[in-house]
């Protein structure tokens, strides 16, 4: 039986293993292969027909930089869905043909981070203009 998989393709990400980790947990099967692999190799690697989706898995790299990598083109030519993950998100829609510009902030990590509330926690007021996150015990 062969299994449906899952390709990572690998730009420098700090959290490419996480992101297979949690493909892994899904119970679908995944490998992480770094993004300067070739067009035939990424066709060779799809032709069993198992090959269901590829993630590009970023970096902190701009489109704009002269020495960036690039996703092979036959990712995209392949008919497969793609999920492009911050410079992987940026290199697939620069090689697309779409734009990309900067933002207000320098990082989207600036963003990621809002207050975790469990049940186990009180609520913030919602009165406060900005909720203060709280350490909370998550053990039984």
Known sequence: ???????????????????????????VFCEVHPCDVTDDWVRD???DGSLKGIILS?????????????APQAVFELGLPVLGI??????MAHQLGGKV???IHASLALRMFAPVVTPRCSRTSRTSPRPKARACSTSG
């Open 101 to 103: 510009e900067g933002g």
């Open 58 to 70: 970023g970096s902190h790299a701009s489109v704009y930089e002269d020495t960036t990598d690039k």
């Open 1 to 27: 039986m062969q299994h449906q998989k899952i390709l990572i393709l690998d730009f420098g990400s700090q959290v490419t293993q996480l992101i297979a980790r949690r493909v892994h947990e899904a119970h």
């Open 86 to 91: 911050c410079y992987g998100m940026q290199t």
């Open 45 to 47: 690697y799809a032709k």
